[in-house]
């Protein structure tokens, strides 16, 4: 039974930091591309950020380009998401996501939740202004 569990999530001000985590579970996903997704109330969820499963390989929303970074950990099962510079709008429910694709392109199909395989249970993130 695969399971993906997000962890790091909290409250912090305007201009601070959070990391989280994902770890996953009930299987190998070496192979496995791995990112995150995130949904604020009322709206749709929105791609955030997305690492390769060789790990050298990274896309990145605009929104979060320059402020967040991706890594993975192929031998732990993990992706995390390091969050800098946070903003007001990115307060939402913060979702990790694997889904087994053929490369990083395009990116339409890399960034809609409907092409990942697994989802985790999301971990909140409120950024106070």
């Known amino acids: 039974q695969v399971q993906l569990v997000e962890s790091g999530g909290g409250l912090v001000q305007t201009g601070g930091s959070l990391r989280l985590s994902c770890a996953a579970s009930?299987?190998?996903?070496?192979?496995?591309?791995m990112g995150w997704f995130r949904q604020a109330p009322g709206k749709e969820r929105e791609f955030v950020a997305v690492?390769?499963?060789?790990?050298?390989?990274?896309y990145y929303a605009d929104s979060a380009k320059g402020r967040f970074t991706i890594s993975r950990d192929n031998a732990k099962n993990t992706v995390d998401l390091q969050m800098n510079s946070l903003k007001p709008e990115d307060t939402a429910a913060y979702y990790c996501?694997?889904?087994?694709?053929?490369?990083?392109?395009?990116?339409?199909?890399?960034?809609?939740?409907?092409?990942?395989?697994?989802w985790g249970q999301g971990t909140q993130v409120t950024v106070s202004s």
């Open positions: 996501a694997v889904g087994r694709l053929l490369s990083m392109f395009p990116r339409v199909i890399i960034t809609t939740p409907s092409n990942y395989n697994y």
């Open positions: 009930g299987g190998t996903f070496s192979s496995y591309t």
């Open positions: 690492i390769k499963w060789t790990g050298d390989s990274t």
